[in-house]
C-alpha cells in the first residue's frame, strides 16, 4: 500500500465521522462521544471515491462531477454531491483488461440516501444477476450484482451512496477501499 492510498483513505473515514465535530464543540454531545452511525458525511463526493492510488495498474480515462446545489432541493433525491471515475489498465501494466468504475453521491440525510440507493437497486439492468453480498455487510446497505465476470456492487453508509463496477476477483475489495 502506497502512503497517498493509506492518507486517502484516513481522509475517506475521517469524512464519515467528521460530523459530529460541531455538535461536540456547541456542547450538543459529550466530548468523548464516537460518531452516530447516522452521521453525516460532509466532505466533496470526490474524497470517497477510489483514487488513483487505490487501483495500482490502471490510469484515470473519464471523471464525471455534475454541478449541484448546496442544499439538496434541486435534486429529487436531495443530492448535495456526485462523483464518478472511469479506470482503464495502463498499457503494459499489471491492472487486468477491465475497466473500473467508481461512483459517490452524497446526500442532504440518511433518509435520502436510503430512498437513492432503493432506486439505484431497481435501475440495474436485468443483465446483471443479483447475488449474495458478502456475510458481513447488511443486506439493506449492499447489493451485488453480477455479469459476464464482472461485479456491479452499490453500498450506502449514513448519507452516501456508492457503487464500484470491476472484475469480480476485484470488486469487493475496492467497495471495502471506498467504505473504510
Known sequence: MTRTSTQ?????????????????ACGALPP????????????????LALAPADVPGFHLTEELTPALGTVGLEDAFGRLGAYSATYAPTPGGTGGRDDITSSVNT????????????????????????SAPPADFKD?????????GAALIGFRVRNVLG???APEARAESLARTMIS
Do not use: I, K, N
Open 8 to 24: 486517502e483513505r484516513r481522509t475517506r473515514r475521517a469524512a464519515l465521522a467528521v460530523a459530529a465535530l460541531p455538535l461536540a
Open 107 to 130: 446526500y442532504a440525510g440518511t433518509a435520502h440516501a436510503r430512498a437513492a440507493f432503493e432506486a439505484w437497486r431497481a435501475a440495474v439492468p436485468r443483465q446483471y444477476r443479483a
Open 32 to 47: 468523548r462521544r464516537v460518531a452516530a452511525p447516522d452521521a453525516l458525511a460532509l466532505v466533496p463526493a470526490r474524497t
Open 140 to 148: 439493506e446497505d449492499v447489493a451485488v450484482y453480477l455479469r459476464d
Open 163 to 165: 457503487s464500484v463496477c
